[in-house]
């Protein structure tokens, strides 16, 4: 059985949470918006990492990495993309079995043409409402199950206004 963790729209932040919530596994796959080389030194400290660019993934290090691409995860066929909107420039390639995107930090489980499709949300900075999540995948063979993580973080604190 492989043990992949799946993230995107890091942000420059890696979260100690992040760190103890994906230990343990083979493989990370990051869906961009990872936003600094460091970022992705610090989280092949977990395990090997695929990654893609996201749209706010600028300079030589972020030219580096594909706008999308195929992770191969023993017989699951996996297809990377930072933004769901660029499926329709960026299609998965025949033989896809899962597509994993980013970009909106909405953790979200669906489907694209009949293929499966993931949004891990986000374990950087708190947007809005949203949960600071990421997702782990368990693959055996060609069968892939999907486990999402709300990260246990604390809430923002509200900025209270001057009297």
Do not use: K, Y
Not at 80 to 100: Q, W
């Amino acid at each position: 059985m492989l043990r992949v963790g799946v993230v995107a729209d890091t942000h420059d932040l890696v979260r100690p949470e992040l760190i103890e919530a994906l230990a343990g596994v083979d493989r990370l796959l990051h869906a961009g918006d990872v936003c600094s080389a460091a970022t992705l030194e610090a989280l092949a400290t977990i395990a090997p990492v695929t990654a893609v660019r996201g749209n706010n993934d600028r300079g030589a290090w972020a030219e580096a990495l594909p706008e999308a691409c195929t992770a191969q995860l023993e017989d699951v066929r996996v297809w990377l993309c930072h933004d769901r909107a660029d499926l329709a420039r960026l299609p998965p390639p025949p033989g896809t079995d899962l597509i994993v995107v980013g970009h909106s930090h909405r953790p979200l489980e669906d489907l694209h043409d009949g293929i499966p499709l993931l949004n891990p949300g986000s374990p950087g900075r708190r947007r809005f409402s949203l949960p600071v999540a990421c997702a782990r995948l368990t693959v055996e063979g060609a069968r892939f199950g999907i486990e999402p993580i709300e990260l246990d973080v604390a809430p923002p604190q509200r900025r209270r206004g001057r009297a």
